[in-house]
C-alpha cells in the first residue's frame, strides 16, 4: 500500500509578505522579520481570521490563556505589529490592519495561500492547528515544542465544551458585511451580500433571523456584541466582509455567541460572481449546521440549489434593492435598474418580483401614479417571477399586496401571504401584510398576533411599530393609538409619518384641537394625509370655510398630476354630501384604489354606512 503524500503546510502571502505559522517566520521580500513569540501569534490570529472582527477579550484570551493581562499589553502587541508591517494605525489609510473602536481589530489586506496543498477550500485554520507533516527535521521539532501551548489551550477548550456545552443557539442576527473592497461604490454589493445570506437563513423554520432593517441599523457601530445582542434580543451575531474584486467575490464570515462572547466558528470563501448565489448558501447551511438548527428536506434542497447568474442583471438588481431599502419614496429612481436587470436577463426571478412590489407601491393613494395603469405592470411581473421561480418567497408576498390592495382577492391574499410565510418563516414584511390583512376584516386579535411576530424579527423597524399604531386606530382604540406614536416618537422623532396616526387616534377620542396640531406636521412630508386629516377636522369642528380651503388645494392640484378620488370622497363625506361621496367613491372604485381596503374600518365613512349604495360597495369589495 503507498503512504500517502504528506499535506503540505500553509503559507500565507499578503503585500510584501510571506508568513509560515509552522516555521514562525515573517519574510518581506526574502528577508526574515524578528518577532517576538506574543507579537507573532497575534499576527496568525488576525490573519487565519483575515476580514473578520476579532473582539479584544478573544484575543487576550488566546494569547495569554488563564493570565490577566491588561488591555494596554495587547495594544502594545498591536503596535509593535504595525510597525513591523510598516502599517498605519487609522481605519481609512490602514493597509493590513484595521482598528475598530471599543471592540478589536481586523486583517484587512487580501491574502492567498501559497502552498496550500490540494486543497479546494478556503475556510480559516484554527490558531490550535499544527500541520500533518513528517516531523524529521529539527525544525520540526522546535515547532512541535512552540506549539504545546497552543494544543494546551485547544484541549482545554474541548473539555470546556464537552463538560460545559453551551445552550442551544435558536435566534441569530446577520450584521451588515463590512464592504474591504476600498471602493464606496461598492457599498450596495456589501449590502446585497448580506440581504442574500439574511434571506437564506430566514427560510429555516426552527431558527428566528432578524430581519434586514434592523440590523442594518449597526453598520459601522461602535457598540460592543453584548449590546447589539441585547437590542434584538439574540442569542448569536453572524459578521464579516465581503471583497469584489473583478469578477471575484471574496467572503468571510464568523459565528459568534453572543451569550459567552464566545467565537465558535469562522470560514472563508472565494467564487465567481456569477456563483455568488450558491455560495451564500453554502455560508448558510455552514451556519445552520454550526447552531445545529433543525433543517427540512425542503430547505436543505433549497440551501443547496444552484442559481447561476448575469452579473450585470444582479448588478443592476442590487443597485435598485439599495435605493428602495433605504427610503421606498426612492422607487422611481429604482425602477430604472430593475427595468435594465431584467432586460438583460428575462431570467431573474428576484428582480420580476422587485420590479412587481415597485409598480405596486408607485400606484397605491401617496404614490401619485394612477393604480388602473399600475396594477396590471404589477400583476405582469409578479407573474413572470412566479413563472421562474414558484418557490421565490418575495414573489408571493408582492402578489399577496396586489391581491389585497389591487384585486380585493381576500382568499388568493390570504393563500400567497401563507405561501410567503411557509417559505421563508422569518420575512417580518409577510407577517406585517398579514397583519393588516386582518386588520381590514375587523379580525384585530389575529392582526396583534401577527403584527407581533413582525416586531419580534424586527425589532428595530419602525414600520411594524407604525402598523401596530394603524390596528389600534382600526379597532377604533384611541388611547392605544395615541400612546404607541407616543413611543415611536421617542425612538425616532423626526418620522413625521407618525403624526398620521397620532392625529387618528386623537381624532377617535374627539381630542380636536391636538388631532389638527398632529395633522398640520404632515403638510410637508405627507400632503395627501395633512389634506385629509385637517379636511376632517375642521370640518366636523364647524370651521367649513378650512375645510373648503383644503378641498381647493385638492382641486388645484388635481389640474397637474394625478389626485386620487378618494380625497374627494372624503371631502364630501366630511361636508355630509353622502351622494357625492357616494359617487367619488364608485369613480375610486373603477380606478382600483388601493384606499378602499379601509372601507369597513374607516371612521370617516362612519355617515355613509346605512347607505344601500355604500353597503353595495363593501359588498364588492368583498366585505359583506
Given amino acids: 500500500m503507498l503512504a500517502k503524500e504528506p499535506t503540505r503546510r500553509v503559507i500565507y502571502a499578503f503585500g510584501p509578505f510571506q508568513l509560515d505559522p509552522a516555521e514562525r517566520r515573517l519574510v518581506r521580500d526574502g528577508r526574515e522579520l524578528r518577532l517576538s513569540p506574543k507579537v507573532f501569534e497575534t499576527l496568525v490570529l488576525l490573519v487565519e481570521r483575515r476580514g473578520l472582527l476579532v473582539e479584544k477579550d478573544e484575543l487576550m484570551k488566546l494569547l495569554w490563556p488563564g493570565t490577566f493581562v491588561e488591555e494596554v499589553t495587547l495594544a502594545r502587541n498591536i503596535s509593535h505589529l504595525r510597525k513591523a ?11 493590513y490592519i484595521a482598528t475598530v473602536s471599543k471592540r478589536g481589530y481586523r486583517f484587512i489586506a487580501p491574502v492567498t495561500e501559497v502552498a496550500s496543498g490540494d486543497r479546494q477550500d478556503t475556510a480559516p485554520s484554527t490558531i490550535a492547528s499544527i500541520p500533518k507533516t513528517i516531523w524529521t527535521r529539527p525544525t520540526h521539532w522546535i515547532a512541535l515544542v512552540l506549539a504545546l501551548p497552543l494544543l ?29 473592497s476600498r471602493d464606496p461604490d461598492q457599498e450596495y ?28 441599523q449597526f453598520k459601522h457601530t461602535n457598540k460592543s456584541l453584548s449590546e447589539i445582542a441585547a437590542a434584538l434580543h439574540v442569542d448569536a451575531v453572524v459578521e464579516g466582509s465581503v471583497t469584489r474584486s473583478g469578477n471575484k467575490v471574496h467572503i468571510t464570515a464568523q459565528l459568534l455567541d453572543a451569550r459567552q462572547e464566545r467565537h465558535l466558528w469562522a470560514a472563508s470563501y472565494e467564487r465567481e460572481i456569477n456563483d455568488v448565489l450558491a455560495l451564500q448558501s453554502q455560508v448558510a447551511r455552514a451556519i445552520a449546521d454550526q447552531v445545529q438548527a433543525n433543517i427540512t428536506p425542503q430547505e436543505a434542497a433549497t440551501l443547496t440549489r444552484r442559481r447561476p447568474i448575469n452579473p450585470d442583471s444582479y448588478n443592476a438588481f442590487l443597485k435598485a434593492r439599495f435605493l428602495r431599502y433605504r427610503d421606498i419614496s426612492n422607487t422611481s429612481q429604482a425602477l430604472p435598474f430593475l427595468l435594465q436587470a431584467v432586460a438583460i436577463d428575462p431570467n431573474n426571478a428576484a428582480a420580476w418580483a422587485e420590479l412587481a412590489d415597485s409598480y405596486a407601491h408607485m400606484g397605491a393613494d401617496w404614490g401619485n401614479r394612477n393604480p388602473a395603469e399600475m396594477r396590471p405592470l404589477a400583476a405582469e411581473a409578479v407573474a413572470k417571477a412566479l413563472q421562474i421561480d414558484p418557490d421565490l418567497a418575495d414573489a408571493y408576498t408582492a402578489s399577496a399586496w396586489i391581491k389585497m390592495w389591487y384585486d380585493w382577492d381576500w382568499p388568493g391574499a390570504e393563500r400567497d401571504l401563507k405561501r410567503s410565510i411557509e417559505l421563508r418563516p422569518n420575512n417580518a414584511t409577510a407577517h406585517r401584510y398579514y397583519a393588516r390583512f386582518f386588520s381590514v376584516h375587523k379580525r384585530f386579535d389575529e392582526a396583534l398576533k401577527e403584527n407581533r411576530l413582525a416586531i419580534d424579527l424586527d425589532p428595530l423597524d419602525i414600520s411594524p411599530q407604525f402598523q401596530l399604531a394603524w390596528v389600534y386606530a382600526d379597532a377604533r382604540m384611541g388611547d392605544e393609538a395615541i400612546a404607541q406614536c407616543k413611543r415611536m416618537l421617542e425612538i425616532d422623532p423626526a418620522h413625521t409619518g407618525i403624526y398620521i396616526l397620532l392625529g387618528r387616534g386623537y381624532d377617535l377620542n374627539r381630542q380636536w384641537p391636538a388631532a389638527l396640531a398632529a395633522y398640520e406636521k404632515l403638510e410637508d412630508a405627507h400632503k395627501g394625509a395633512y389634506w385629509s386629516g385637517v379636511m376632517h377636522v375642521s370640518a366636523v369642528t364647524g370651521n367649513r370655510r378650512r375645510a373648503d380651503e383644503i378641498f381647493a388645494e385638492i382641486e388645484e392640484a388635481s389640474k397637474h398630476r394625478y389626485i386620487s378620488p378618494i380625497f374627494f370622497a372624503e371631502y364630501y363625506a366630511d361636508v355630509q354630501d353622502n351622494e357625492r361621496a357616494i359617487q367619488w ?22 355617515g355613509l354606512r346605512s347607505d344601500p349604495r355604500f353597503q353595495d360597495l363593501e359588498r364588492r369589495v368583498g366585505f359583506r
Avoid: C, K, W
Avoid at 494546551?152 to 474591504?180: C, D, K, M, Q, T
Fill in 85 to 95: 508591517l510598516g502599517d498605519t494605525p487609522g481605519q481609512d489609510d490602514s493597509q
Fill in 585 to 606: 367613491l364608485e369613480t375610486a372604485y373603477r380606478e382600483r384604489s388601493p384606499s378602499l381596503i379601509d372601507l369597513q374600518v374607516n371612521y370617516l365613512y362612519d
Fill in 189 to 216: 454589493f456589501a449590502d446585497g451580500m448580506t440581504d442574500e445570506l439574511i434571506t437564506n437563513l430566514a427560510q429555516i423554520h426552527s431558527l428566528r433571523v432578524i430581519s434586514r432593517t434592523s440590523v442594518m
Fill in 152 to 180: 494546551g489551550i485547544a484541549a482545554f477548550l474541548g473539555y470546556r465544551a464537552l463538560h460545559h456545552p453551551p445552550a442551544p443557539i435558536s435566534s441569530l442576527a446577520v450584521l451588515p458585511l463590512e464592504n474591504l
